[in-house]
């Protein structure tokens, strides 16, 4: 009988980001936050 098994290794490294990234992910964030409201505000129009 034989047995194989794998050995896997998984090396997670923080990712450091620039500040121009940060900039822009924090502007998509807050276009998301806008569109997800308006979003929620139409709702509660048709209702």
């Known amino acids: 009988m034989t047995i194989n098994i794998l050995f ?3 090396t997670i490294k923080k990712r450091e980001i620039s500040f121009e ?3 822009r992910q ?3 964030e807050h276009l998301y936050e806008q569109h997800k409201s ?3 505000s139409m709702y509660r129009m048709t209702i």
Request: proline letters at 0%; zero cysteines.
């Open 38 to 40: 308006r979003q929620f």
């Open 8 to 10: 896997l290794t998984i």
């Open 21 to 23: 990234e940060a900039v």
């Open 26 to 28: 924090e502007t998509i």
